[in-house]
């Protein structure tokens, strides 16, 4: 194969530093390089931390036998198994509500438990000294896992590795090269782990806009490391020049990149199809829409796991807590109104949007189900029964944490996403400029986890982009500060309206919309009348004008009247005063013309 320069310059870079960072974009061949050094240097041992299992299972079938394989919690496992007498053979993920319940303490203090728990085994201190409440049951929590009186969590064996790794406390293999994959993602502890390896070379490698995994408590470790050598991966092989535009304007508004990706342009050939969304929820909704028209579909994750809040969640609001197994936190609230206050109180969105399909769907969830599991099987089993040979006809989907690493021809991004003027409001600035000016200095990582999934989501389409999200208005406009700073204008007047108005989630706001039209439909309006448009409205009004369709023909697709259609193609400069008022009289005119004949 054809190396390019910055793949040459790594596989060199081996021989002479110590500590090397490589900043790979999306598609830019980043485990074809380190496949290259392992090959490069066959006479080594080398170590491989892939990010997850997946990745770690793909890497197996292509590195070269020097090389060990390994994710961090593997490594983690296998040692604390071996060399202490930790029982590693059941293993729990805690909620909130199961500490309140062991600990007898109120649900409110045990998610503060729960958080520095959590917090403890994601970073490097080595003890918990606070004396609260909060920090005693959290540092019980540890030592009662320790000494067997607690079921261990899997964030807990990989921080008592790091305990034990730091403080020499425990033997550990020798190697000639580590390489960190997914350095981006990687939380303080894992970095911990990673740096206290015994290894001559240190290879980080990954890409900082990737970084999407704050909520789990992951720092930016191409950010926090030091280095002999910072190197770059920027050729993307993966999508064309349309698609890295658009990832470029998103990195260079938005995260403040001076780093531009290039293509390589191949042969356009379209066969695969993905969906991205940034809920379970939507996918649900997705799901819905294929089963009805007859349409095949792949889930990339186990349906089991998409449906299975959503599931137990119907079971709580229709009292069947005996059906409850998996998600056993929920047979503690009495009702559908505690368990909306708890997921609000603790910002679990996960179970706000199973709480949102529950509602918009109810039993039909367990059809959507069955139908989405049959289809799953039939892809795994697809060498047995062809079903990979109906590839262009299938719709693979997934959410935009599940798609890293993932790519189609054709990608559909959904509408779920915020809205990149709404989180840097949020954010609480009142320009893009300002934004960018702050952005080294924002705390909130989380919101910037948002820019960088609408990254992730984007970049695993290769050939087409199917922009269903708002936010593709502001990547391709010539006047994206403009745009984004009379949205942000608007965030503001409307907040300031209303001072004891909270901000609506994206959740809260579309059900708000839902009543909306519901309320119009009985009344026998349009079913958008008197809404705000949306920006992908607005888009979709755009193009259908364009293309020549009628204004009545719009106002019907778009479920608005024929005057709001008019009032805002000229808002918009669409047209001028002079056409709407034609436009108008001719649609008057037909609606005349219509009447006389049915008389």
């Not at 590195?63 to 590693?88: C, E, I, M, R, W």
């Not at 998103?250 to 995260?255: G, R, S, V």
């Not at 005063?577 to 008057?588: A, S, V």
Request: hydrophobic share 35%; charged share 30%.
């Amino acid at each position: 194969m054809n190396l390019t320069s910055e793949q040459k310059d790594i596989v060199k870079a081996v021989k002479k530093y110590k500590n090397i960072k490589i900043n790979a974009f999306a598609g830019t061949g980043k485990t074809t390089t380190l496949k290259l050094i392992a090959n490069e240097y066959k006479e080594k041992k080398i170590l491989y931390l892939a990010f997850n299992s997946a990745i770690k299972n793909e890497a197996n079938s292509l590195f070269p036998n020097n090389t060990n394989v390994k994710t961090t919690h593997g490594l983690a496992y296998s040692a604390v198994k071996k060399y202490t007498q930790v029982d590693l053979n059941s293993l729990v993920n805690y909620r909130a509500i199961d500490i309140s319940k062991e600990f007898e303490i109120p649900y409110t203090q045990a998610i503060g438990a729960l958080k520095i728990f959590e917090n403890f085994c994601n970073n490097t201190q080595d003890e918990i000294t606070k004396d609260d409440l909060e920090h005693k049951t959290a540092k019980k929590m540890f030592d009662y896992m320790l000494i067997g009186m607690l079921k261990p969590s899997h964030s807990f064996y990989l921080k008592y590795y790091y305990l034990l790794l730091s403080k020499e406390q425990i033997p550990q293999f020798e190697y000639d090269i580590v390489m960190l994959d997914e350095a981006q993602d990687t939380n303080e502890v894992t970095l911990g782990i990673f740096e206290a390896l015994n290894s001559k070379v240190k290879v980080y490698v990954g890409d900082k806009h990737q970084q999407i995994y704050s909520f789990r408590g992951s720092k930016n470790a191409l950010e926090k490391i030091s280095c002999d050598k910072e190197l770059y991966l920027s050729t993307s092989f993966r999508f064309n020049e349309t698609i890295a535009n658009y990832a470029n304007i998103l990195l260079e508004n938005f995260k403040n990149e001076k780093v531009k990706i290039k293509a390589v342009e191949k042969e356009k050939e379209l066969n695969t199809n993905g969906y991205v969304s940034r809920t379970n929820a939507q996918l649900i909704s997705v799901i819905s829409k294929r089963i009805e028209h007859r349409k095949p579909f792949v889930t990339v994750r186990n349906p089991e796991e998409i449906f299975s809040l959503s599931i137990e969640v119907f079971y709580l609001l229709n009292n069947e807590r005996e059906q409850i197994r998996k998600n056993i936190f929920l047979k503690d609230f009495k009702d559908e109104d505690e368990l909306s206050s708890y997921a609000k109180e603790v910002d679990d969105f996960e179970l706000k949007t199973a709480l949102k399909v529950v509602r918009e769907y109810k039993e039909k969830i367990f059809e959507f189900k069955e139908v989405a599991i049959k289809f799953y099987k039939a892809w795994q089993n697809r060498a047995l029964n062809n079903f990979d040979k109906r590839v262009n006809e299938i719709l693979f989907l997934t959410t935009a944490h599940t798609a890293k690493g993932l790519e189609w021809d054709s990608v559909v991004i959904a509408d779920d996403f915020p809205n990149f003027a709404d989180l840097i409001f949020d954010l609480g600035y009142d320009s893009l400029k300002q934004f960018q000016s702050e952005l080294l200095k924002i705390s909130n990582q989380e919101l910037i986890d948002e820019f960088n999934l609408f990254y992730v989501a984007l970049t695993r389409a290769k050939e087409v982009l199917v922009k269903d999200s708002e936010n593709f208005h502001y990547l391709m406009s010539s006047k994206i500060d403009k745009l984004i700073n009379r949205k942000i204008a608007e965030d503001k007047e409307s907040f300031e309206k209303d001072e004891d108005k909270v901000n609506l989630s994206k959740m809260q706001y579309d059900e708000l919309q839902l009543l909306k039209e519901k309320k119009n439909l009985e009344q026998g309006k349009a079913k958008k009348s008197g809404l705000k448009w949306s920006l992908e409205e607005k888009i979709k009004l755009k193009s259908l004008y364009k293309k020549d369709t009628t204004i009545l023909l719009i106002a019907s697709k778009l479920e608005r009247t024929p005057s709001a259609i008019l009032g805002e193609l000229l808002k918009s400069e669409i047209i001028n005063k002079q056409e709407q008022i034609f436009l108008g009289n001719l649609i008057k005119d037909r609606k005349k013309a219509s009447k006389s004949s049915l008389s």
